[in-house]
DNA sequence: TGACATTATGTCCAATCTGGCATAGGTTGT
DNA sequence: ACAACCTATGCCAGATTGGACATAATGTCA
C-alpha cells in the first residue's frame, strides 16, 4: 500500500489510523473505496463541464447541498448506490459508468 | 416500456402496480435496477461456475445464504454496494465488474 | 416415495444511510 | 474590506440496509 494512498483515503475521511489498524481494509473493501472515489471524481468533473455549482445540481436531482458536497469528497456516508444514481440523473449512461468503474484503482 | 420487463421487476419483488404507479420508477432509478440486475446475474453465474452453494459461498464471504439468495435475486434490499463487494471478495475485478454495468439494460 | 441438499421467502433489529439544516471556510469581483 | 456566492463540515431524525434465523419451496438421487 503506497502511503500517498493512505493520505488519500484519510483525508477523505476514512478512518484508516496506523499501518496495523489499516489492514483492517480488506481488499475488497480497498476496491470498494477506490470505485466510490473514482465516481465522485466522474461527478465533480461533469458537474464543472456543466459549470453549475453543487446547490443547482443538487436541487435539480432532488437532494442537498452538502449531500453533493459528500458525494464529490468521496465521503463514507455516501454509498455507490446514491453516486450512480446521482449520476444517471445527471445524465451519464451505463457505458460510461461502466468505464469508469472499469479504471478505478 | 416492455410488459416483460414490468414484469421481471414485479418477480423480483418490486412495487410496481399499474401502469400509472409505474412511472413512479424514474429513468435513474430504472437505469439503477437494471445495473443491480446485471450483477446479480454475474455473481450466480460466477458461483455456479466455481459449483459451489449459496450457503458455502456465503459462508466465504461472510454473509448468510438467504442473503445471497436475495443478492442473486436482484431484490431490492440489496445494495449495488453489497453486491460490488460481494463480488470483490468473489475475486472479480474493477474492470470486470465496469464490463458488466457497461452492458446492463 | 423418502431422505437430503439447495434455494427462496419472511421477519427482526442494530447499524448504516440520506436529505436537510446550520454554520464555517473559501473564492471572486468590486 | 465588503458583499455575494460557492464549498466543506457537523449534526440529526426518519428511512433503509444486511446478517441472522426460521421455514417453505424446489431439486436431486436412489
Known sequence: ???SKKRDLESA???V???QEFLELSDAEMAL???RVSLSRDLRHRR???KISQATLAKRIGSSQSRVAK?????????IDLLMKTLFR????PAEIGQVIAQAG
Open 1 to 3: 500500500m503506497k502511503s
Open 13 to 15: 475521511g476514512w478512518k
Open 17 to 19: 489510523g496506523d499501518t
Open 33 to 35: 473505496v477506490d470505485v
Open 48 to 50: 464543472r463541464a456543466k
Open 71 to 79: 458525494m464529490e469528497a468521496g465521503d463514507p456516508s455516501v454509498t
Open 90 to 93: 445527471a445524465g451519464s449512461t
